[in-house]
């Protein structure tokens, strides 16, 4: 029987041979290679190609696949990657090092102890958390009336009453909190809301209204949040990088983590989402957007001028809903600022 961590490993395992397949231009390489590299422990594959790629997300159409390795998609601490060229293009290529044991002693999984491809630490909270909201779905969620023992907020190991929840099909809730709405850059069209994570709850009692314990208080509980079923779903935290498969042209619309300076690591919103064609994975070029200033010298009264977009990075999309994304910045030449625009590489 495949156990969701198998499942996981062959999707990857065919995914990589697929787009090494399909990789028809030469992919340009780091002046500054090295020959081999032994990776360590804090590495991502983000960073082990960035050693030897100018462009970290084309990593995987050059990596060869070693049919009589073992996991040969799966890199740990002491592994070895080679570059060499067949045919004028690059290759990156997989040695086991020798401190590298694949016994169940050591791993539970093929997946446990595996460097990931980008920093999961820096978007962990952001993979399972609803933070986007419809404004329907908003208006319909249970909502928080009261407290019991005549507190006025709410904190943990507190209950709080809510309208309404009729079932037990869902046992355990996030509280959530509506929040800003997140627009299009350029036509200001509402694109969905916030929803920031407040606290998560224990059905005790259904009804109208209905009791939650609440747990893991982030912020303390008002009248008026509301509530979301957790799903049961794994979140995906596993991240293979590639162009958007069709044309994908959108502006960074928000920065979370309550940060004002954008830099490398921090998670930003896109105003573009799956109805666009993202996926998780797609790696997107962020161009800071060119202000538009007075031409002092013009004889033309308040004549402006627009400056041309300068490159300024690159992010990863994490994580898609509907008309929004959530995305890692991977690299930062320059200050980027919300409103900067985003495209294909």
Request: net charge negative; no cysteine.
């Amino acid at each position: 029987m495949f156990t969701s961590s198998n499942k996981l490993a062959y999707l990857v395992f065919g995914l990589l041979i697929s787009w090494g397949a399909l990789a028809a231009d030469t992919v340009a390489v780091n002046p500054n290679h090295p020959d081999r590299y032994v990776v360590v422990k804090g590495d991502t594959l983000w960073d082990i190609s960035g050693r030897f790629l100018r462009d970290p997300w084309r990593w995987p159409d050059v990596w060869y696949v070693n049919p009589q390795i073992a996991n040969p998609h799966l890199i740990y601490p002491g592994d070895i990657i080679t570059m060499t060229y067949v045919n004028g293009q690059p290759r990156l290529s997989l040695q086991r090092g020798s401190t590298v044991k694949l016994s169940p002693q050591v791993r539970s999984t093929p997946l446990e102890g595996a460097i990931p491809a980008i920093p999961i630490d820096a978007i962990h909270q952001f993979l399972t958390r609803p933070y986007v909201m419809e404004q329907a779905d908003m208006e319909s969620a249970p909502y928080v009336v009261a407290f019991a023992d005549e507190h006025i907020l709410g904190s943990d190991n507190i209950k709080a009453y809510v309208r309404s929840i009729d079932n037990t099909d869902n046992k355990i809730f996030d509280v959530v909190r509506p929040g800003d709405a997140y627009k299009d850059a350029d036509t200001g069209e509402i694109l969905g809301y916030e929803a920031l994570y407040i606290s998560s709850s224990e059905l005790l009692q259904p009804g109208d209204p209905a009791t939650l314990m609440l747990q893991g208080m982030e912020l303390e509980t008002v009248k008026g949040d509301r509530l979301l079923p957790v799903s049961d779903d794994t979140p995906l935290n596993t991240f293979y990088p590639a162009a958007p498969k069709q044309e994908v042209s959108g502006s960074i619309i928000s920065v979370l983590n309550g940060v004002t300076q954008i830099g490398q690591y921090n998670v930003v919103v896109l105003d573009r989402g799956a109805s666009d064609g993202l996926e998780a994975g797609n790696v997107l070029t962020i161009d800071h957007r060119g202000e538009t200033i007075r031409d002092v010298v013009s004889k033309t009264r308040g004549d402006t001028v627009t400056l041309p977009d300068e490159p300024a990075g690159l992010l990863m999309v994490f994580r898609t809903f509907d008309r929004v994304s959530f995305a890692l910045v991977m690299q930062a030449s320059r200050a980027i600022h919300v409103l900067d625009r985003v495209h294909n590489p």
